[in-house]
Every structure is written in C-alpha cells, then in structure tokens.
C-alpha cells in the first residue's frame, strides 16, 4: 500500500477515534448537570410521582451507559432526538441552520483566506518596508477590534450613514440567492476582518521562515524576479504550517460565529445553540456540541491530509 | 569583434567587501571580508580559488554575480562581466546576469534544489525565465547534460524529486543546472566537499569533462589544494580576505613562493607510529548485528573489533558504510540484535537503560558538529563543569579550578570559561567538546568525523590535541572518519567498512600495505592527491565503482 494511503487512513480512524471521546465528554458533562430532563420539563414545582412517570416513559430509569448507546445509536442514524422546549425534531432544525451557517462561513473564508494568503506573500516580497507595515498594523488593527464593536461600526457606516445593506441580515429559503448574498454581506465582511490577520501573519511567518533555506538563493541565483522566487519556489513549501491554520480559522468560521449571528440576526449554529442553553434544552446542547466537535476534527484532520500530500518525500517515496 | 576577445570574460578590480555581525550582547560590528582583491578569467579558463574558511573565496565567487549572503555587500571596486560593469546594471540588470551569462553550483545541492519540484523543472528554468530556448530545447539539453555528468537513465532522470536521488547525484544535477543555460561562467562553489572520496572523484571528473566539452571558463572555490590542482588552469591562494599568491597550477603546486601557500602544500602528510600492542582491549566488539526499527536490512553484519587501551581504532568507510551506526551501537543509543561488547573485561548491557553510571562515565563522545552539541545557552564553564558534577559531585571552586585545568589542557587558558559557543571559532568550539568528554576521566572516547567539519590546518591542530591528550590519559580513541589522510596521522589499527561489514581490520601498517581488496583499494586511491594528471590517472586504474554516488 503506498504509504501515504495508511497515513491517510491513520489519520481518519485517529478522528473517528477521538470523536467517539468527545461523544462520551458530552454525555457524561450533560450527565453531571443537576437535575434532568424530566425535571426540566415538569420544572420546580412537579410531584416525585409526575417525575417518576416521566422518567419511565422517556426511559431516563435505565443505566447511563445503555442511555449512552441509544444516544449513539440514534445519532449514527441520524437521530439527534427532540427538542424539548418545542418538541421538534432537532435533526430537521438543525439541518437549516448549519445550512445557513455553513453558507455563511464558506463565503467568508471564499473572500479571508486567498486575500490573506495574497497579503502574506506582499508582505514577503516586501519585507519591513511600508507595504508590510500596513498590511500587518491594519490586519492586527480588525483582530484586536471585538467583532460586536466591528460589527456594529460597520452597520452604523453601511446601513445608516450610507444605505447600502440591511442591518437584519436574516435569510429565507423563498429568497433569491442574490438576495441571501446582499442579506449577509455584512457578517461576512465582519468574520473577514477577525480571521484575516491570524492566517496572514503565518503565511508571512511560514514563508519567511522558508526564504532563509538554500534554495531560495539558487533561485535568486537564476535571475528569477522577486514575486515568482516566493510564490513559486517559497510557498509551495509553506503550504503545511499555512493550512493548519487556515483549517482552524475555517472551524472558527463554523463554531464561533454565535456573536456575529446575534448581532446581525442571522439564523446559524451559534444562535439555534444559545438559545436552547438558555432554555436548558440537553438534547439540542448535545447535538450542537457533536457537530461542532466533528467540524473541528474533521477540518483538522482536511489539514493534515493537505500537509501530507503537500509533502513530496511522502508522494513520492524513495 | 577583436574588443570583445580581448577583454577578459570577468574582471575584477580592487574588489572590498563588508559585512556587519551582531555578536550577542554587543553593538553591531562591520567587518571587512575581502580588502582590495583583483581578478581576471579569460574566455574558457578555470580559475582555482584556495583558501581557509573566512578566507573571503565563497565571497569573491559570488560577488562575480554581485551577490553577497546575509548582511554581506560590496562596498568598493569594480566587477567587469562581459566588459559591462555589472554593479551598475540596477536590480533588473542583475537579472539579466544571474543565470543567463553566470550560473553557480553550490556546495550542499542537497540543500540547494527546491525539494517540492522536480529536478527537471529546476534544471531548465533559468533557461526558460531568460527566454534563451524553448522547453522542449531545454529539456533536450538537460538530457544530454545528465548523460554527459553521468546520470542514470538521462532520459527520466528529471521526472525524480531531489529526495529521490543520491547526494553525489544532486551534485552532478546542479552542474547540468548551472550549464543548462549555456552561462559563459561558472562559479563552482566547492561543489565536491560534502562527498565521500570516492563518489567525489566520480562527479570531480564529471564536472572537468564538462567544463572542458562546453567550453565554459570556472570559479572553482575549494579548501583542497589537490582537488583545485587536478581541474584548474590557473589557482589563486587567498587568506584573511587578500590575495597570498595567484599563480598557474603547476607554479604554485610545485614552486609555490609564499610561506602560507607551501603551507598548504605540506599539509596533510603527517604520519603517526603505531604503538606497539598494550595486551588487554578495553573495547571488543563480537559479532555486532544490528538494524534500524522500520527498515528491514542490517545496517551493521557480524561486526567484530577491539581497541587496545590508550591506542586508537580508526573506522573508514563511505557514508552509508556503518561507520556511525557502529557508534551507536557501542553507546546503547541502538542496541544490537545479536552479538555483545566486552568494555573493560565487563559485559556491558546491549540497551542504555541497562548500563551502569560507571559505564556511561568510561565510554564518552565527540561529535562532528561542535556547534550542535552544546547548548548555545550556557557558559563553557558550565558545559564543562556538568560531567565533573554528575559523575563526581564536584562543586564551587573545586568544580571551577578542575575547569580551568581541563581548559589549560585544551590550549585555550583563561578567558574562555564565561564564554558562550557562538563566541567561539570552530576549532575552539571542537576543543570544548573535548574537553567536556574528557571531564568525565574516560577509558574510551568515540570521536566520530570530528575534523570533518574543520579547515585543514585547524584539523591537524584538533589531531595534535587528541594525540598529546591520547598520551597523557592513556585513553582510546574509536576514530570515525572518511579521511584517509586522517587515518595515517592518528590511528594505531584500521578497520574499512564497506555496506555494513567490516571488509579490512588490522594494524595500521597492514591495512594500508598491498595487497588491497578491491574496496581499500577503491578508497586509497581516490584520496585526491597533489600532483597534475592524477583525477584521469585513478579513473583509469579504476577497478570498481563506489556504492554511494
């Protein structure tokens, strides 16, 4: 087998692995909240006889480990169970939401991650003169800002002081998709704004780091132009520590946006996931923290592979 | 037409050259590398650059393309190219140079191809990015290239990435990239000096034939008089950054004027008398085998040797012969499969975990690389001063007095204990680390390449060094090298290693007297040597090739 199929293939049973511990971390942390679910529901004031009935009919009687089980096994077939605030399906809920949450980050990270990686390379080609000092002062200038103030400057900028975009950034499946993207333009260019200096700064830094090796003085050496020797010869050799990062900023796109969506309005994750915290709704909490926690793993595993194959002596062995 | 041939292809004219360092702790210094340096390469010549390291020869071969490493720039003079002043070309003029009308070959190619591409695509982008021929042209021409340097199966040789291919062949495939482009000079920048003798050979003979089908004239910079003699037309001796002698090859390697050149000549002909035999070994080896984890071949078969007290065993092979692995072994950092070691008429533990502090403190360690065995963090007093702590508690002003003795018998005296490495010369920085295993009062001492790394006269001072300490501590030496100029000035017996055997173990004088196996004899007579003719003389009388090119 080549060698980079079973690193690959390590690497994917290594995530299913350590998914299965986050499933188990999640139970038993919901577990040790005080009370459960039969409480929740019947609340404060219910009859030990009322919760003992509840508690047989919903099968919160049995063992944790065989409740465990069934969790997973309904989840393995797509059963994430019902809410309880609203007795709906949280599968079907939760299927809109992550679309929209989805459709959210992966316009921001269309537009964040080629322009950091272009600004990297600028900041490369020149290195500590004014083009660098500006991109770095003006990046780290949008990350040091908290997204709410970023957000809220520039929907005071963009919605009162020039009306180019709605302040509710709300998205319906009857709307055309030129309208979602006029709806979301905002919370996208907000989540640019917080991601952008984390993966421009280590494209500056990984590339950098690989101008100082040997080769990039035989390709000086060649009369290649500056531009050509750091995105030809440089960055191909930048891509692994490159994309670990874009992969965690990607995750940061899809599980941390909760502030973003309350401040525009915007139906995600984030959202869908505080408010049931709030409502102590367990089942809905678990869900979320399992798609999240597989989001995060699976993206981190995407960067692993990519750093594999970006690997020549591991394409191509001896 | 007659303007251009007259004028020669580079002229350099009281070239200086500057460079600030910033030592730790210190302002920024400017230090002069090259003070006022003139050259002249005619049309198709080679000229040999030779000197120490901080002789400013790497400097003056790279300023022929006005380039200068790190903080490194010229400040004074005039480089003529083709007749054209090229430091006054501006940065797209320097452009139009640099692989185009000068190309250069480094000493590490390992470190010098890009290793995510192909080395085809390396090989003929210079010629493309000038717009010199077309890619269809250009690969044809590498192909040719690789053929005439050597290379197995030209035609696919290109398709391979530079990890793919061996370190002898990275060599040759740089030359075939700086000739790709039809440069009118190369600058070769001791491009055989990471090599083992015998692959060295092999690609020193390439590169002269090439030189000589192309026509193209040469920078060649090396350390190695020998080496330089057998591919230049005419040598320039360079030191401290100025010009010593510069004279034909013939003139200076057999009537050299200056004390400093016929120094050089005279180095490396020192001969060491073999102890007679002192009974007891202090080392034997029986019938080692061993492999690494993860690879499936013995890396070390039926190795068995001793050392006699105070007498030293010197170790010669090719890399990839398990000269080093056979260190390993005997310090337990890679426990043998099979066989045992006898130190000190005790069996020692094949594993480290299993060895006594008694054993680790009678079997120390010298390394190539001085720099990276210390910590760059920490004061020489200290490095020093560890062993005398850990294997006998020594403390305060007893610790700092037995430093100091040690110091004295390194020759480095006072002023050295507060120092920190990156204060320190290579040779000095070598002496530390002597110091440091000798602390430890050892029986043994592996010293593996140690002046490997080193200029040739500051070797041979490491190599007194050792020989004076040999005889006042009566310690033995495990001598790991690929030297043989090495072996003759230290050892008392040799073993030649060859694929993880030992194929040639005795006393020094039997060993290095005929008959020779094939393989001895492959590794004798590849040790460049200090005559005309003598690279075209031994690939004649070749009767083998080596294992590793």
Redesign the interface.
């Known amino acids: 087998m080549h060698p980079v199929v079973k690193l690959i293939a390590q690497r994917l049973s290594l995530g299913l692995l350590l998914l299965l511990a986050v499933s188990v971390l999640i139970f038993v942390g919901t577990e040790m909240l005080p009370g459960d679910v039969a409480q929740a529901i019947l609340g404060q004031s219910a009859t030990e006889t009322a919760l003992r009935n509840l508690r047989e009919e919903m099968g919160l009687n049995q063992p944790a480990i065989t409740r465990y089980f069934q969790w997973l096994g309904g989840i393995l077939q797509g059963d994430l169970g019902t809410a309880l605030s609203n007795k709906k399906d949280i599968a079907t809920e939760i299927g809109a939401r992550l679309g929209n949450t989805l459709f959210l980050a992966f316009w921001a990270a269309a537009i964040s991650v080629p322009l950091a990686i272009g600004l990297g390379l600028l900041a490369v080609r020149y290195r500590n003169r004014w083009p660098d000092k500006l991109i770095s002062g003006v990046t780290l200038a949008t990350i040091s800002l908290p997204e709410f103030v970023a957000g809220y400057i520039l929907m005071y900028l963009l919605t009162v002081k020039f009306r180019i975009f709605s302040p509710i950034s709300t998205i319906y499946d009857s709307m055309s998709f030129a309208q979602k993207l006029n709806a979301i333009a905002l919370p996208v260019m907000v989540l640019v704004l917080v991601v952008l200096a984390h993966m421009m700064r280590m494209t500056r830094a990984a590339i950098l780091n690989v101008m100082q090796?040997?080769?990039i003085?035989?390709?000086?050496?060649?009369?290649?132009?500056p531009l050509?020797i750091i995105a030809r010869?440089a960055f191909?050799?930048a891509i692994a520590p490159v994309v670990n990062v874009v992969m965690l900023n990607l995750a940061y796109l899809v599980v941390g946006v909760v502030v973003v969506e309350v401040v525009f309005v915007y139906p995600g994750m984030g959202q869908y996931l505080v408010d049931h915290v709030t409502k102590r709704d367990v089942p809905v909490v678990q869900a979320c923290g399992l798609i999240f926690a597989a989001v995060y793993i699976g993206l981190n595993i995407f960067a692993d592979v990519i750093s594999i194959l970006?690997n020549?002596?591991l394409r191509?062995p001896? | 037409m007659r303007d251009m041939a007259d004028k020669p292809l580079l002229d350099i004219r009281d070239l200086k050259i500057e460079a600030t360092v910033y030592p730790p702790g210190e302002k920024p210094k400017t230090m002069t590398l090259v003070h006022g340096v003139s050259l002249t390469v005619e049309k198709g010549k080679v000229l040999g650059l030779i000197g120490e390291s901080g002789a400013g020869k790497s400097t003056i071969g790279l300023s022929s393309m006005a380039y200068g490493r790190g903080g490194v720039r010229i400040t004074g003079g005039e480089i003529f190219v083709n007749g054209r002043d090229i430091l006054k070309g501006g940065a797209q003029g320097l452009r139009e140079l640099r692989g185009k009308e000068v190309t250069y070959v480094s000493q590490s190619a390992a470190a010098s191809f890009n290793p995510a591409k192909r080395l085809m695509e390396q090989v003929i982008e210079a010629s493309l990015v000038h717009g010199l021929m077309s890619k269809s042209e250009a690969e044809a021409r590498a192909v040719g290239l690789f053929r005439k340097l050597g290379l197995p199966s030209p035609e696919t040789f290109g398709d391979r990435y530079p990890h793919q291919v061996s370190g002898g062949q990275l060599q040759r495939a740089m030359t075939a990239m700086a000739l790709c482009p039809k440069p009118d000079l190369v600058v070769f920048d001791e491009p055989t000096t990471a090599l083992d003798v015998t692959t060295q050979i092999d690609v020193l003979m390439a590169i002269k034939e090439a030189i000589r089908d192309t026509g193209v004239a040469a920078l060649y910079i090396t350390h190695d008089l020998a080496v330089v003699a057998q591919v230049s037309d005419d040598i320039m001796v360079l030191r401290h950054g100025r010009l010593v002698e510069w004279g034909t090859t013939d003139q200076i390697i057999n009537k050299p004027r200056e004390d400093y050149t016929r120094a050089l000549v005279s180095v490396a002909s020192h001969e060491h008398a073999e102890k007679p035999s002192a009974g007891n070994p202090v080392l034997k080896v029986e019938a080692v085998t061993a492999r690494y984890r993860s690879v499936p071949i013995d890396v070390l078969k039926n190795v068995s040797v001793e050392i006699e007290p105070g007498h030293t065993l010197a170790v010669v092979g090719e890399s990839g012969s398990g000269k080093s692995t056979l260190a390993r072994a005997i310090t337990g950092l890679l426990p043998p499969m099979r066989g045992q070691m006898i130190f000190n008429g005790r069996k020692l533990s094949n594993d480290l975990a299993g060895r006594t502090k008694e054993d680790l403190r009678e079997l120390q360690m010298i390394y190539q690389m001085a720099d990276v065995a210390m910590n760059p963090r920490q004061t020489v007093a200290t490095i020093i001063g560890r062993p005398l702590e850990f294997y006998f508690g020594l403390k305060g002003s007893e610790r700092d007095r037995k430093v100091q003795e040690l110091l004295d018998q390194i020759e480095m005296g006072k002023g050295f204990a507060d120092r920190y490495p990156a204060e320190l010369s290579g040779g000095q920085k070598q002496r530390v680390c002597i110091a440091r295993s000798l602390a430890a009062r050892p029986k043994l001492i592996i010293c593996d390449e140690v002046t490997s790394a080193l200029d040739p006269l500051v070797a041979e001072g490491i190599l007194n060094l050792l020989l004076d300490l040999q005889k006042q501590e009566k310690v033995a030496y495990l001598f790991i090298t690929h030297d043989l100029a090495t072996v003759r000035a230290i050892a008392d017996s040799i073993a030649v290693m060859y694929k993880g055997q030992v194929v040639r173990y005795g006393a020094k004088s039997d060993v290095l007297a005929p008959p020779f196996d094939d393989y001895t004899d492959l590794l004798l007579s590849s040790v460049p040597e200090l005559r005309l003719g003598w690279l075209e003389e031994v690939i004649a009388h070749r009767k083998m090739e080596s294992a590793g090119n």
């Open positions: 090796s040997a080769y003085e035989t390709a000086e050496l060649k009369g290649l132009r050509t010869h191909p050799n970006a020549p002596r191509h001896k």
